[in-house]
């Protein structure tokens, strides 16, 4: 098990600085979500953790400096599955989740069967096991991104950085892959850093959140302390109600033009008793006699009665 720790990182694009003073710590284990605003410096972040770009500060496992470290070390110590990959369209899903592997091979070396067999796994666990074969080419956009955490979690590393893994997955793969993501982190012990936009899922998932604005560290903390109306309204100039489900935090966003949900009421998801209906609140009684009328057709308009022959 490996520990995470940031010392006053910061990056800069072109002579503009773009992430500043960032200092955290992921015990070995554990999950930090950063969040934040478009733009804030959420990947530029996790970049500069993986090593990709320049930075100033340090960047520590288990206290010692990253940059220190082989790059073969480096790379069986960190995992980077990024948001937007460039994915070759020659190779299969199990291709391209075997270049995970590539730390662990000796030079020149080839997979053998027990990185086939780790591969297989992981595809297995990320519901890619029918894809197995494919071409990366012929991928959906939610499957892509699934072969994205493939190739990460095959290198089995101790610290895991995933870039806003959720994208592009409906909900169903998105709380699979998350639910998979603190497998290994309870069972294996693999430290994890990510990015994510969905406010909800950070804060059901992830155990301590990172809020950066503009480049800089705002908030930090338990989700329930960093997920707070006002917090979200100053930072994202949003309108939201956050609640607390399950001893979790969910963010619900809510029109500007309406009334925010009773927390635990009738407008926060509970169907009404019939006692809570009105006489207002049912719909009106149909009436057959002639006045109450017949129903329009599409077109607005009533059938025409055929003319009587008598």
Partial sequence: MTGLSLRDVGAAYRGRTVLTGVSTTVAPGGWLAVIGPNGAGKSTLLKAVAGLIAHNGSVLLDGTELTTLPPRRRARAIAYAPQNPLLPPGLTVTDYALLGRTPHLRPLGREGAADLSVVAGVLQRLDLGGLAERSLSTLSGGEAQRAVLARALAQQSDVVLLDEPTTGLDVGHAQALLELVDRLRTEDGVTVLTTLHDLTLAGQYAGSLLLLDDGHPVAQGP??????????????????????????????????????????????????????????????????????GEPASAAGSSRPRRASSR
Avoid: I, K, W
């Fill in 223 to 292: 989700p329930g302390e960093v997920l707070t109306d006002e917090t979200v309204e100053r930072h994202y100039h949003a309108h939201v109600t956050v609640l607390g489900t399950g001893g979790a935090t969910a963010v619900l966003p809510v029109r500007r033009d309406a009334q925010p949900p009773e927390r635990g009421g009738r407008d926060a998801g509970v169907p009404p008793s019939p006692s809570d209906v009105s006489e207002t609140d049912s719909p009106p009684a149909r009436s057959d006699s002639p006045s109450g």
